[in-house]
C-alpha cells in the first residue's frame, strides 16, 4: 500500500502567517488572540478571537478574485499556495489527474453571506452578487483551490466541525493509496462577523472573559469555554515514493494512522467515544501507547469535555504518561482549520523535536490526570504524535503521524 | 477477496410524492412535479419555478423537539433514513454500532433555517450587527451543518466513522462513494449514506437568478425542466433527500437481505475551469466516468443505461452529452440516457443520492425512467434521451454522473447484484 507523507505546510494562523512566524511565536509562548477587530463586539457577551494578523490579499490574489471570494478562502489560498513552495511542488510538472484537494469546512465564507442576505433582505433579489451560489458554500476552498493550481483528480469536501479537519487529511491518505500522487488537504475557516458570531454564541462553548490572558483555559480549574478563531493550515500531502522520485526536500512525517468514531445518541446513557477513536488509530499505525511521545489534545476548554478527553488520554496512556499540549491556546479553536493546524505542529515538533507549550493554563482542573506541557516548550524527541479532535454533535477523530526511520 | 459493497435499503423524499414508492410511480408514469413557488411570494425574482415537495415533519413521526431544533433537510435525511432501515429489514437493534457508518452529503446545509434566523437577528436585514439575544438555542447546528450527520446516526444508532460531504451538486453521489470507501476499506461494514437539502429560499432563488442559472419559464412551470430540449433555459430548483442502507456485500448475503444493486465503481475529478462554468469538451467527466468503469472492472460497452445529471441548463447538457461520446465511443449512441430532473427538479446536493436511488430502482424492476418535457432534442443532443415514457429494460450495469460548482465531476456504476463477482 502506497505511504502517504507529509512534504509541505501551509499556515494561517492568528499568531502568525506562515509556518516559520507560527512555529516560532507558538514555541515562544505567543499568543494571537484578542479583541475582535473584524467588526466592533461590544455588547456581544463574548469579545475576543484569534484573528490572523497582517493579511493583506490584495498582495497575493489577483484582482479577478478578491470580489469572488469570503475572506477564509483567500486564507486558504495563501496557505495552499505556501503549502506548494515549502513543499517545492511545482504543479505543471505532475499529471493533472494525478493531483486532488480535500478540504473540510465548518461554516463556509459565512462573512461573505451575510452582507449578501443583507443586500437581498435591505434591497430585493437584484442587489445579490453573482458570486453568491458559490461565494458562501462549504466546497468553495476546495473548488478554489483546484482552480488555482489545476489539480483535476479526486477531491473532497467533508464537514464534521472541529473534527472535519482531520477526516478531510484521512481522506487524503485514502486518494494516496489509491494512486492519486498529491494531495492538498486540511482546512481554512473562520466566520468572524456579526451573523457568524451569533451562531457561534449559540453553541454555548464561547468564553465570555474579557482577559485574553485567561479566556481560554483546557484542562484548567477556571475552564469557561473556548475563544474562536480564524485560519488554519493547508498541506500538501504525498506518496512517499512519489515525493522521493521528485528529490522532495523534506519529509516532514508519515500520515501513519487515523480512525473515527461517534458518540452513542444522548438517550443511550453511554459514555463518549474518543478513546476508542484512539486506540483504533494507534492499531491502524500499527503502535503502541508507549510509542507516542506527544498527544496535541482537542482541548475543548469546557469542564466537562475537558475532563472526559483527559479521561480518554488516561485510559490508553496511563494517568500522567505521556505529554499533552494545546498550542491552540495561543490561536483559539479555528473550526476546521484546527486539527490540520495541530498537524502541521505535530510535524515542526517531529523535526525540531521540541513539544510546544499549552500557554496561560495554571492548575489542572480535579481529576484531570495528564502531563500537559506549560510554559517552556518541552525538549524531546518525537518520534510520533497524536492528534485529537472533535466535533459539536458527537464527532472524534484521531490521527497518528510519525517519523520516517 | 475485495469487499463489495451493496444496496440494501433505499429512503426517498422527493416532490411529488413522499417515500420511495411514490417517487417510483412518478419517475415512472412521466408527470413532473415542478411548481409556482409557494413556500414565499416569488413574485420579485427572475425564476418564480421550483420542486417542491409536500412534506409535513409531524405527520412522517418527527417529534415537537426534532422539528424544532432540525433544519427542513435534516428532517428529510432522518425519516429517509429510518425508511431505508426499514425496507432493509434491520431494526436498530440489529446493526452494531461501532461498525455503522454515517454518511450525509448536502450542499447547501441549513440555509434555508439560516436565512429564515438571520431574518430575525437582523429585524429584517436592518441592523448589521444582529442580535444574540433574538438567536435561537439550535443556530450553531444551522451554522455548520455536521449537524445532519448526528442528527442521522443519533437516529439509527451509528457509532462508527461519520461526516458530512458537501461537495456542492455532486454531493450526493459522492457522499455514498465515501460511504463505500469506508466499507471496502474495512471501516464499517453497514454505512446510511445518501444525501438532504432543502434550499428553496429567498437567498437561494436570488442567488441563481443572478447567474441565470435557473428557468425563467414561469408562465409554464409543469413543463419548465427540459433537458436536452432545445428550449431548455436553466434548472428548476428542487429540495428532497434519499438515504440508502450500504452493506458488506458477503454480511448483506450472510443475513439474506434483499439487494438491490453492487456499487460497482466510483470516481471523481475536477475541471479545474471556473466555479460554475463548463467547458463544452466534457473531458473531466469523461474522464471520472473511464476511472469509475476501471474500479468496477468493466467496459464502456457493458453500459446499458445512463441516468444523466440533465440539469437543464444550456451549457450542462451540451457538456455531459460530449462526456458521454468522449468515454463509451460509438457505444453511446445506442445507450439510453435520462434526466429525472425532468421531473423532480434539482435538489442540489441531495439529488445525485435520489439519482442513485432510482439506477437501483431501475435495475431492480427492468424500467428506464424517462427525460419528461423533451419535444424538440436540441441538435447537439444528439443521443437517445428516452424521451417522455418510461422505457421497459432489462439492465446489468448503469452509470450516474453528477457534475457541480466548484468543477467537480462525478460517476458511480451500479450492477445488477447477481453479476459474476470480479
Known sequence: MNRAVITGLGVAAPNGLGVDAYWSATLAGVSGIGRITRFDPSGYPAVLAGEVPGFDPAAHLGPRLLPQTDHMTRLALVASDAALADAAVVPQRLHEYAMGVVTASSSGGFEFGQRELEKLWSGGPQQVSAYQSYAWFYAVNTGQISIRHGMRGPSGVVVADQAGGLEAVAHARRRIRRNTRLVLTGGVDGSICPWGWVAQLAGGRLSGRDDPGTAYLPFDARACGHVPGEGGAILVAEDLDCARERGARQVYAEIAGYASTFDPAPATGRGPALRRAVQLALADAGLRPADIDVVFADAAGVPALDRSEADAISAVFGPGAVPVTAPKTMTGRLYSGGAPLDLAAAALSIRDGAIPPTVNVGQLAPGIEIDLVRGAPRRVPVAAALVLARGYGGFNAAMVLRALS | ?422
Not at chain 2, 90 to 104: A, K, M, N, Q, W
Request: with cysteine; aromatic share 6%; proline share 6%.
Open chain 2, 1 to 422: 477477496m475485495r469487499r463489495r459493497v451493496v444496496i440494501t435499503g433505499i429512503g426517498t423524499i422527493a416532490p411529488g410524492g413522499l417515500g420511495t414508492k411514490a417517487f417510483w410511480e412518478l419517475l415512472t408514469s412521466g408527470r413532473t412535479a415542478t411548481r409556482r413557488i409557494s413556500f414565499f411570494d416569488p413574485s420579485p425574482f427572475r425564476s418564480q419555478v421550483a420542486a417542491e415537495c409536500d412534506f409535513a415533519p409531524d405527520r412522517e413521526g418527527l417529534t415537537p423537539q426534532e422539528i424544532r431544533r432540525m433544519d427542513r433537510a435534516a428532517q428529510f435525511a432522518v425519516v429517509c433514513a429510518r425508511e431505508a432501515l426499514s425496507d432493509a429489514g434491520l431494526g436498530p437493534h440489529e446493526l452494531r454500532p461501532p461498525r455503522t457508518s454515517v454518511v450525509i452529503g448536502s450542499a447547501v446545509g441549513a440555509t434555508t433555517s439560516l436565512e429564515r434566523e438571520y431574518v430575525v437577528v437582523s429585524d429584517g436585514g436592518r441592523l448589521e450587527r444582529v442580535s444574540h439575544e433574538y438567536a435561537v438555542p439550535h443556530l450553531y447546528g444551522y451554522l455548520v451543518p455536521s449537524s445532519f450527520a448526528t442528527e442521522v446516526a443519533w437516529a439509527v444508532g451509528a457509532e462508527g466513522p461519520t461526516t458530512v460531504v458537501s461537495t456542492g451538486c455532486t454531493s450526493g453521489l459522492d457522499a455514498i462513494g465515501y460511504a463505500t470507501d469506508l466499507i471496502r476499506e474495512g471501516s464499517a461494514d453497514t454505512a446510511v449514506a445518501g444525501a438532504t437539502d432543502a434550499p428553496i429560499s429567498p437567498i437561494t432563488v436570488a442567488c441563481f437568478d443572478a447567474i441565470r442559472a435557473t428557468t425563467p419559464r414561469n408562465d409554464d412551470p409543469e413543463h419548465a425542466s427540459r433537458p436536452f430540449d432545445r428550449s431548455r433555459n436553466g434548472f428548476a430548483l428542487g429540495e428532497g433527500a434519499a438515504v440508502l442502507v450500504l452493506e458488506e456485500a458477503e454480511r448483506a448475503r450472510r443475513r439474506g437481505a434483499h439487494a438491490y444493486a453492487e456499487i460497482a465503481g466510483f470516481a471523481s475529478r475536477c475541471n479545474a475551469f471556473h466555479m460554475t462554468g463548463l467547458k463544452p469538451d466534457g473531458r473531466e467527466m469523461a474522464e471520472a466516468i473511464r476511472a469509475a468503469l476501471d474500479e468496477a472492472r468493466l467496459d464502456g460497452t457493458d453500459i446499458d443505461y445512463i441516468n444523466a445529471h440533465g440539469s437543464g441548463t444550456k451549457q450542462n447538457d451540451r457538456h455531459e452529452t460530449a462526456a458521454f461520446k468522449r468515454s463509451l465511443g460509438p457505444h453511446a449512441y445506442r445507450t439510453p440516457v435520462s434526466s429525472i430532473k425532468s421531473m423532480i427538479g434539482h435538489s442540489l446536493g441531495a439529488i445525485g443520492s435520489i439519482e442513485v436511488a432510482a439506477c437501483a430502482l431501475a435495475i431492480e424492476h427492468r424500467v428506464l425512467p424517462p427525460t419528461a418535457n423533451l419535444h424538440n432534442p436540441d441538435p447537439e443532443c444528439d443521443l437517445d434521451y428516452v424521451p417522455l415514457v418510461a422505457r421497459e429494460q432489462r439492465t446489468s450495469a448503469v452509470l450516474c454522473v453528477g457534475s457541480g460548482f466548484g468543477g467537480f465531476q462525478s460517476a458511480m456504476v451500479l450492477a445488477r447484484p447477481d453479476r459474476r463477482a470480479a
